[in-house]
């Protein structure tokens, strides 16, 4: 019997993330950040930088980032399949990077895979390039985001982690029936279910493309609905960003357990921002500390 650590911290039954992924544009997510910053709620932006510079949206970010905003690379094009080889997607990585710095200031540490794809070489590039880690999904069934949970990576150096996160918040997504959530609640229920953490986006309107919604009101609308559930569905909910989940993951990836007179003794050489880890033992949950015994 082995322990299993929990992608969820100690002291919480829920863990969430919100991501906007900026295909097309940054500063028209001003709305909804809004009604997330009053529902105390953290809301990432993974920028994709062939909208900069841009003097609109340089001004945006620098209050987004003074207000404690979190930004991750979504690349310099949008390129499908990173550009399609290892060197495509290493010159993605690093002039997204740049670009994010010069408008900035930050020096970006996570990436989000363009259309969710994520192959390896890209993975490789990234780890080369400096990132220590991505966001992917599942629909190219990219082996390494088709596991149910976060963490480090098959054949890629330790301490970069991925996490799979294609949970699209979008008008289009919405059903016509009952309510229009069902779907978004089921996936949020079997997440606090499995202890794993959820992740879903959305994008900001462009003047070209809305994502299915019919105005920002009606967006604004659906996404306190959700939030609202999702507190009301768990007893201890833990809003975080996306910089602080993966951070949270790749501390996770550190611990170690050693066997010894039938307990178990974990290592944990990393803390993270305050959050405490969690382990599952023989149908029991633990905290983990360092050097912790579990018997």
């Known amino acids: 019997c082995l322990p299993v650590l929990s992608e969820i911290p100690f002291g919480y039954d829920a863990a969430i993330t919100m991501r906007l992924d900026c295909d097309e544009d940054i500063a028209s997510v001003q709305q909804l ?8 709620v953290p809301l990432s932006l993974a920028l994709h930088t062939n909208i900069l510079p841009n003097e609109k949206h340089e001004k945006f970010l620098k209050t987004f980032i003074e207000t404690g905003g979190a930004v991750l690379s979504h690349t310099a094009t949008h390129a499908p399949n990173w550009g399609g080889s290892y060197e495509a997607a290493h010159w993605e990585g690093v002039e997204s990077r740049a670009k994010i710095e010069n408008a900035t200031g930050i020096n970006v540490k996570y990436a989000v895979s363009p259309f969710h794809q994520s192959p390896e070489y ?39 982690v991925g996490h799979s ?4 918040l979008h008008g289009d997504c919405m059903l016509t029936d009952g309510d229009p ?36 009101k009606t967006r604004v609308t659906a996404h306190l609905n959700f939030i609202k559930y999702m507190r009301e569905q768990s007893a201890q909910p833990l809003f975080l960003d996306e910089c602080q989940t993966l951070d949270f ?15 178990q003794i974990a290592s944990v050489p990393v803390t993270c921002n305050g959050l405490r880890f969690a382990a599952e033992f023989r149908g029991l949950l633990y905290e983990i500390t360092d050097g912790a015994v579990l018997s």
């Open 165 to 168: 996160q294609q949970s699209m």
């Open 122 to 160: 890209a993975l490789a590039a990234l780890c080369d390039a400096g990132y220590l880690g991505c966001i992917g999904g599942i629909i190219r069934n990219d082996p390494e985001f088709l596991i149910a949970r976060g963490g480090e990576l098959a054949h890629l150096p330790a301490g970069f």
């Open 33 to 40: 950040w809004e009604a997330y910053q009053q529902a105390d």
């Open 249 to 263: 993951l790749r501390a996770r990836a550190a611990i170690q357990f050693t066997f010894s007179s039938r307990h």
């Open 181 to 216: 959530l069902t779907i978004f609640k089921q996936a949020f229920d079997r997440a606090v279910e499995t202890r794993t953490l959820f992740g879903y986006l959305d994008h900001p309107f462009s003047e070209r493309y809305q994502y299915g919604w019919s105005d920002e």
